[in-house]
Nanobody
Framework: EVQLVESGGGLVQPGGSLRLSCTAS????????MTWVRQAPGKGAEWVSA????????AYADSVQGRFTISRDNAKNTLYLQMNSLKVEDAAVYYC?????????RGQGTQVSVSS
């Protein structure tokens, strides 16, 4: 079964940091591009970042550029999102995703809350 499981969310104060993880199973993780998207209450999904399966430079949304870092450990089948200098507007459910076998898959999401 193809599966993605996110973890690492939580409540943090503005200016704080969190590291999200996404563990993959059921497919050859290292062969696929991976993405992070987020969805805040009452808003549509927002693409956050992507990392290729090879040596391409990761990409970021303007809203997180310079604050977030995407990375992957293919040996551990795990995708990461290091989030620094968090802002209130970063609060959302964060999902990792991949397109496998022509189908877009994503996990159940992990909640990130930013509040003082």
């Amino acid at each position: 079964e193809v599966q993605l499981v996110e973890s690492g969310g939580g409540l943090v104060q503005p200016g704080g940091s969190l590291r999200l993880s996404c563990t993959a199973s059921g497919f050859t993780f290292g062969n696929y591009d991976m993405t992070w998207v987020r969805q805040a209450p009452g808003k549509g999904a927002e693409w956050v970042s992507a990392i290729g399966s090879g040596s391409r430079v990761p990409a970021y949304a303007d809203s997180v550029q310079g604050r977030f870092t995407i990375s992957r450990d293919n040996a551990k089948n795990t995708l990461y999102l290091q989030m620094n200098s968090l802002k209130v507007e970063d609060a959302a459910v964060y999902y990792c995703g991949a397109k496998v076998g022509g189908a877009t898959i994503r996990g159940q999401g992990t909640q990130v809350s930013v509040s003082s």
